[in-house]
């Protein structure tokens, strides 16, 4: 594939821009004269209209299109190319719709720069250097709200009924883009069968069929200026999540007071994950804190049945003897095999003070925001 300079001058302009991958992924995204545009942003349309020798109207057309498509930012100062890769996921891969455009190409071209040691590299360091706050991880566990509701002291940014209404009006979901990119990458490397993920992609089109969430000024984006789905009710999203509670599976949102988005992760797509895996000098504990909670086993009533030996999306559960054991190292105070737990014999414990959650937490959806905003 022959690559104008155009793409390798909007890959360049990236913070986590590389090479190999990104120039020709650029090229699959945009025509030559949409990547004319795009690389002179976020001048003005007047200016871009003049240094291209096109009308303002048509650079304006062509912007709110690309935005709507998910492939350029809308912000505040008007709209501009991508920065960093998380946006290549959360912005451009949001709309299903859009998948019938992407060949098997497309998503090798993605998943190459997305997984490239080069980017990697870069992003490791940006997510456990250089935005944590006080050397806390930017990710935490949110615990199933069934397996904390009649415990003593639990947090509001700790019960997903609490988080989800804080955001009455500004709440959204769309579908899960690790497990969107994971499943694809598979099947473009033939390999489709290789993982069996226990949770759905989310790919509906409603704002309760999707299990990503999001809150405030990214819901925001996603329903006014992608205009891709509708805002969703706090009790509608509710019961969307709580039918999951029977999948192996756990909440991630910002290790934060005031969470702006919640993820349904599984341990064989999500991003967190695969870059543990990816990185031997890398450990969850680095991209993600536990929860203030720890799974218990009462073994008077444990009949060993390994239910939750199964559900356990951190590996933290063994039978021995006819009990489950929890490792209680391993355990992230998910809360799903309480919930799974026929002889309920699992509960979960209070065990971590609330300064355990740092009041003041890096978020990454506060950089997308900022650059949304025309802040950064």
């Known amino acids: 594939m022959t690559v104008e300079q155009v793409y390798i001058d909007i890959a ?6 590389e090479a190999e991958f990104l120039p020709r992924l650029l090229k699959k995204m945009f025509t030559v004269e949409e990547a004319n545009i795009v690389r002179e942003l976020p001048a003005h349309f007047e200016d871009v209209a003049k240094n291209l020798n096109l009308d303002r109207e048509s650079v304006e057309k062509t912007c709110r299109k690309l935005v709507k498509e998910g492939k350029i930012l809308q912000t505040d100062n008007g709209p501009r190319a991508f920065n960093f890769g998380a946006q290549f996921g959360d912005i451009l891969l949001a709309d299903p719709s859009q998948d019938e455009t992407r060949d098997d190409e497309f998503w090798q071209l993605l998943t190459g720069y997305l997984t490239s040691p080069e980017r990697m590299g870069n992003e490791r360091n940006y997510l456990t250097r250089d935005i944590q706050v006080d050397g806390q991880p930017i990710n935490r566990v949110i615990p199933q709200w069934k397996a904390i509701e009649n415990i003593p002291g639990v ?3 700790e019960d997903v009924r609490d988080i989800l209404r804080a955001y009455p009006d500004k709440l959204n979901t769309t ?12 099947k473009v490397m033939g390999a489709g069968d290789l993982i069996t993920c226990p949770l759905p992609d989310g790919t509906g089109t409603l704002p309760e069929d999707g299990n990503c969430i999001h809150f405030g000024q990214m819901a925001e984006y996603i329903t006014e200026a992608m205009e891709l789905t509708p805002y969703g009710s706090p009790d509608k999203i509710l019961e969307h999540i709580t039918k999951l509670e029977n999948k192996a599976h756990y909440q991630m949102g910002p290790n934060d007071r005031d969470v702006k988005f919640i993820c349904t992760c599984c341990d064989c797509c999500c991003g967190v994950a695969n870059a543990v895996k990816g990185s031997p000098d890398l450990k969850l504990s680095d991209m993600l804190s536990k929860s203030r909670f720890l799974s218990m086993v009462n073994e008077d009533t444990c009949d060993g049945c390994e239910d939750c030996v199964a559900i356990c999306p951190f590996h933290a559960v063994e039978v021995k003897e006819g009990k489950a054991r929890i490792a209680e190292e391993d355990c992230y105070g998910c809360g799903i095999c309480v919930l799974n737990c026929p002889a309920e014999a699992l509960k979960m414990k209070l065990v971590r003070p609330p300064e355990h959650i740092p009041e003041n937490g890096a978020q990454l959806v506060d950089v997308e925001i900022l650059e949304i905003r025309g802040l950064t």
């Open 175 to 186: 579908r899960c883009i690790c497990r969107t990119a994971t499943k694809q990458a598979l």
């Open 155 to 157: 947090m509001p940014c």
């Open 12 to 17: 360049e302009g990236m913070r986590d821009g």
